[in-house]
């Protein structure tokens, strides 16, 4: 392995103007990490890449390369990119075993984050090298959010993101409180009453969205969001039906096909294959097939109606009449993408949304209410990990602004009451014993 990263690393050619680093969300310095690597200073790498990148062992797997870094490297114009991811994964998961670093000196103020996923956990992680007090709240009983309940295990492993919970929370002091859905028992009002000074809302799209068809709701039915959570969950049969031919349709067919099933297709209303070429061509590797130019008209007990697409003046796509076939199918899963559901905001005065319900904000991630700021897929809709983790740092900047034009919080009201001794208690009690 260390081989085949140093052969990597020596082909990179150092740019004066890096193209890989320009075509990185979160621009990191690709040159110089690659540089320090080839000096020997592994764990100078390793710091870098942290530093400006708080999930930098998850973006080394998850990320869109061929669009991104590697998809902009000059030697990849006439052969083969500098395969960057590889030599990110090597230095990040290496330099991670060494990371023991406590919490930072408290600077006696306190935030809170809504929501485990990358964009939450990366605004936790800077606010807390400042020094904040930081709780993490999640209707999940464990941290990643669309990472850890989205992604299959075997493109991103939870030992990945167990460890880091461990590295980046537990031994930084960050605190997570699972199980706990902001906007029913507790507020954010309640919040602001417990004396956090700004609240993080990353809540992420958990409702799925429907076709609005015929069928939907029939029990052989399930939608991706759901179905990648918990696949082992489900009986799907030897033939399953995709609708959709984005990432998460990919991520659906490829564990489809390692829960038994035998023959799975994904189906598309054009021709265009909106996944990655790197996950479609692993999906068609794996034998999952592929009917384009279709439009779903109806899911029976059977299969599911598709009809040929057509394109008019205007570049709508509608079913093409007398076109209709029943293809047969044990089991459908429709994935067309999530849309936000959330009581947050529903209970909670002066938060804005738009017509689509996403949160509306300012540049710098404020939302209409004084103290709230939201990023991620919450404002934007579904994007990449590396996009959220780049809202994340840009907001986090304007969260550590903020607070620090606030008085420092009166922390309880009752700053005077004795502390109990619990050895004078027990020997106390002993005696009347």
Not at 10 to 22: A, H, I, S, T
Request: proline letters at 4%.
């Amino acid at each position: 392995m260390a081989l085949h990263v140093m052969a990597e690393a020596e082909r990179c050619l150092g740019c004066k103007k890096p193209r890989c680093q320009q075509g990185c969300p979160i621009h990191t310095d690709i040159p110089e990490v690659i540089r320090l690597l080839k000096a020997g200073k592994l764990n100078d790498a390793g710091w870098k890449l942290f530093e400006n990148n708080p999930l930098t062992t998850v973006c080394s797997i998850v990320c869109n390369h061929e669009n991104q870094c590697e998809g902009h490297c000059v030697q990849g114009i006439k052969g083969a990119p500098v395969h960057f991811s590889v030599i990110e994964n090597y230095i990040s998961t290496t330099y991670a075993n060494q990371m023991t670093a406590g919490p930072a000196p408290s600077n006696g103020r306190r935030a809170a984050v809504i929501g485990a996923g990358p964009s939450g956990l990366t605004i936790a992680i800077i606010l807390a090298r400042y020094g904040y007090k930081m709780t993490i709240f999640d209707t999940r009983d464990k941290i990643g959010g669309v990472m850890r309940y989205g992604i299959p295990d075997f493109r991103l492993p939870d030992a990945v993101l167990d460890d880091f919970a461990y590295r980046h929370l537990e031994l930084k002091g960050i605190q997570f409180r699972p199980n706990t859905h902001i906007g029913t028992a507790l507020t954010i009002d309640d919040l602001f009453n417990d004396g956090y000074q700004s609240i993080f809302v990353g809540a992420g799209l958990w409702k799925p969205r429907r076709l609005h068809i015929r069928g939907e709701s029939l029990g052989h039915v399930s939608y991706a969001i759901n179905y990648l959570s918990s696949p082992e969950a489900y009986r799907l049969g030897k033939r399953v039906m995709v609708i959709g031919v984005g990432n998460a349709a990919m991520d659906c067919a490829r564990t489809a096909i390692r829960s038994g099933a035998h023959y799975v297709t994904c189906v598309s209303r054009t021709e265009e294959i909106k996944a990655s070429k790197y996950e479609s061509s692993y999906a068609k590797l794996e034998g999952v097939e592929f009917l384009l130019n279709k439009c779903t008209i109806e899911i029976r007990d059977d299969g599911v109606i598709l009809a040929d697409s057509e394109v008019d003046e205007n570049g709508r796509v509608s079913a093409k009449k007398g076109t209709e076939k029943l293809y047969p199918c044990d089991s459908v899963i429709i994935a067309v993408s999530q849309e936000a559901e959330s009581n947050l905001v529903t209970t909670t005065k002066g938060i804005d949304t738009g017509k689509t319900g996403l949160l509306s904000v300012d540049s710098d991630g404020h939302t209409s209410r004084p103290g709230v700021f939201a990023a991620g897929d919450a404002v934007n809709g579904a994007r990449t990990v590396v996009e959220a983790v780049a809202n994340g740092k840009k907001v986090a900047e304007a969260m550590h602004q903020y607070m620090q034009t606030l008085p420092l919080p009166v922390t309880t009201d009752y700053p005077d009451v004795p502390v109990v001794d619990f050895a004078e208690a027990q020997a106390m009690s002993e005696q009347l014993i």
